[in-house]
């Protein structure tokens, strides 16, 4: 089931490249300019009584060649009552997607964080940009019932001035964060 889209970046400068405007962009513009770390945020609440597992699958439309959404790049958590587990792909069963299996116990909430590997923001050459879309699956749950969800997808994203000093040090940093829309207009989810 479509859930949202998606967009992953990292050392993404926040205007274009000079080279892609038809004009100079003014030196007092390129000055305001930084670059981001951005991941996609997606709250799971499990509304039944019966504890479920779940596929979160993002298929990815932007990296034909699918090198750029990997386990080096990609940092995947999902995090319930502060437990912050660490995420691997599953296996994906078609190309250009990566899926992630969750277990969520009975009316509780947790929280799926997906974004490019932080370790990488030092790395000033090295720069990610994928985008698709994510799609939501019932593994299973213990009683065979129809399961409600809600799921809260949303972008945040981190903005920051790196100096051109050995090591880079970090400034400027300001946050974004915004709701994407779901397909039905709301969170509620039943499979």
């Not at 990292?10 to 000055?31: C, D, G, R, Y």
């Not at 991941?39 to 779940?54: K, M, P, Q, V």
């Not at 030092?122 to 990610?128: D, F, S």
């Amino acid at each position: 089931m479509l859930v949202s889209q998606f967009e992953l970046l990292l050392n993404k400068n926040q205007f274009p490249k000079p080279s892609a405007l038809p004009v100079p962009l003014p030196e007092e513009l390129e000055q305001l300019s930084r670059e981001v770390i951005q991941g996609y945020f997606l709250t799971i609440s499990n509304l039944s009584n019966t504890d479920i597992s779940l596929v979160i699958s993002f298929r990815v439309v932007s990296d034909p060649d699918e090198r750029r959404f990997n386990a080096g790049n990609v940092t995947a958590v999902f995090d319930i009552d502060g437990q912050n587990q660490i995420l691997s792909f599953t296996p994906p069963g078609t190309p250009r997607r990566r899926n992630y299996t969750i277990d969520l116990p009975a009316k509780d909430t947790g929280l799926l964080i997906v974004q490019p590997n932080p370790e990488l923001i030092t790395n000033p050459r090295r720069e990610i940009e994928i985008r698709g879309f994510v799609n939501v699956s019932l593994q299973s749950n213990d009683n065979g019932e129809e399961t409600n969800i809600l799921l809260n997808p949303e972008h945040r994203g981190t903005f920051y001035k790196r100096s051109d000093s050995t090591p880079p040090t970090f400034d400027q940093l300001d946050q974004i964060v915004y709701s994407l829309p779901t397909p039905n207009g709301g969170s509620k989810f039943s499979f």
